[in-house]
């Protein structure tokens, strides 16, 4: 989705049995470009190229997502912000495919009640941006 217009810039349209991570690989990352993208997309083989590529992504990290604390931020927490964390992957898969650290912000949407732990590689923004950026990737939903 293109913030400033919000039409979607990338669309892939695939027979149902194709799990949609595979769609990062016809994916070609723009540098400086922002993916936004839910759980099913986590792969960190997939990421790392994107990283490489200098496109930044936030992903919903799924439940156990092995990830090892190096670090953390100071957040706000009265706006729903759990916490900003520099982690590193802990599975011997997850570490080789993506070796350098990663950031995960949690935050608590008391509107929807549910916590999401999202990881990116944008290590400059706002906490609370990077759950900004999350939450408007519920109008490509919108769109369709």
Request: net charge neutral; with cysteine.
């Amino acid at each position: 989705m293109d913030l400033k217009g919000s039409i979607p810039s990338f669309i892939a349209i695939t027979e149902g049995r194709v799990h949609e991570v595979n769609i990062l690989d016809e994916l070609i990352p723009e540098a400086g470009a922002i993916y936004i993208m839910d759980r099913g997309y986590l792969d960190f083989e997939r990421l790392y190229t994107m990283h490489l590529c200098s496109s930044f992504f936030v992903v919903r990290a799924k439940a156990n997502t092995g990830l090892r604390r190096l670090y953390s931020m100071p957040v706000d927490k009265s706006s729903g912000l759990k916490c900003d964390q520099i982690v590193v992957p802990t599975g011997f898969y997850a570490r080789k495919n993506y070796p350098d650290k990663l950031r995960i912000v949690k935050f608590f949407d008391a509107e929807k009640e549910q916590q999401l732990n999202l990881l990116t590689n944008q290590m400059t923004l706002p906490s609370f941006t990077i759950t900004e950026l999350y939450r408007y990737r519920w109008q490509v939903e919108l769109f369709f």
